[in-house]
């Protein structure tokens, strides 16, 4: 089903696509930003929100928060806006500081995208977006469609990435979960697991990576054993007073049954989180409240390394001209 959903200063209209059923897995996605705005799931027999919802369109248009987004060109952060291309340096917009966070002020959860394929009679959906050369300061003409499906209990997303040129590409989502199925209620009754045994520490409170990969052994990174998602005194280790609580990147082990597992003790319910990228950022959302007062969730996102353009130690994520990248990211419920 699609339905208005408000229109933008500019008169643009839109919309909103529900997937899924529900007695089930159930998606409301708008047509800005690619934004999940709603997904419930049924507990105890009744549908609870599993992810941080607003309540209108300028909401969505005034967050901070990276609310539900598509995230792209670049998910993450790039050091002083700026990385070098094939000996060309491209300044990009700074919008984290002196750094590029998440594609920019109006990276791709700040564009309206064009609805390619559905029908009411399935529960997909196929977005498209143009990036123009230039645009936020990257090079190449990109474009990009985002495959969103509902199947069962699990929501899957499909992302594919075509240029005429060389340019950084790490594409991923940004859903707040709080499975308790009260997005208001707190969540130290949920824990974590994060099937890696590294993860990249930062230089200070900029949250840029150092490009070593540190093991997690002994440390509060350390979720190969689901613990919970509340941080420890921050004083407790540099890493976690750097980014007021967890807000790091890991490095993903090669052989895993899922990058990470969220279980909340209230609910019951369990989220399982699948790639086949080489990390996961997860923030606690300690920021979260003060920009939406009342409201708590956590962001799980595979994707390439932060950085990365900048890091010759960390996996490239430049596209080449011509080349198509294909990922999927897949959310289970149970």
Not at 15 to 20: C, K, N
Not at 117 to 142: C, I, K, Q, T
Not at 314 to 333: H, M, N, Q
Request: glycine share 10%; with cysteine.
């Amino acid at each position: 089903m699609i339905e208005p959903f408000g229109k933008l200063d500019d008169g643009r209209e839109v919309r909103q696509i529900t997937l899924g059923t529900a007695d089930g897995l159930q998606a409301q996605i708008l047509t800005y930003g690619g934004i999940l705005r709603r997904l419930t799931f049924p507990v105890r027999g009744t549908p609870r929100d599993m992810v941080v919802t607003l309540p209108d369109l300028d909401s969505y248009v005034r967050d901070t928060t990276f609310q539900g987004v598509l995230v792209g060109r670049v998910g993450n952060r790039i050091a002083d806006s700026r990385f070098t291309l094939n000996g060309r340096t491209h300044s990009l917009t700074a919008n984290n500081g002196r750094n590029h966070l998440h594609g920019g002020a109006a990276g791709f959860g700040k564009r309206m995208w064009k609805v390619l394929e559905h029908d009411d009679s399935s529960s997909r959906v196929v977005f498209g977006l143009r990036s123009p050369d230039g645009e936020e300061g990257y090079p190449a003409n990109l474009d990009v469609t985002a495959e969103i499906a509902i199947e069962g209990a699990q929501l899957r997303l499909s992302f594919e990435a075509r240029s005429d040129a060389p340019t950084p590409v790490n594409l991923t989502y940004h859903p707040y979960f709080n499975l308790s199925g009260d997005i208001a209620r707190t969540l130290t009754d949920t824990v974590l697991r994060i099937q890696a045994s590294k993860f990249l520490p930062v230089r200070d409170s900029q949250l840029i990576p150092t490009g070593e990969q540190a093991p997690v052994a002994g440390t509060p990174f350390d979720f190969r054993s689901a613990r919970t998602v509340t941080s420890p005194p921050l004083a407790s280790d540099q890493q976690l007073g750097f980014g007021g609580g967890y807000d790091h990147c890991w490095v993903l082990d090669d052989s895993r049954d899922c990058d990470a597992e969220l279980f909340s003790a209230h609910s019951g319910v369990t989220l399982k989180v699948t790639s086949e990228q080489r990390g996961i950022q997860f923030y606690g959302g300690q920021y979260l409240a003060g920009v939406h007062r009342g409201v708590h969730g956590v962001c799980l996102e595979p994707q390439g390394f932060p950085n990365a353009v900048n890091e010759l130690t960390f996996p490239s994520v430049i596209l080449d001209a011509g080349e198509t990248r294909r990922s999927t990211l897949v959310y289970r419920f149970s």
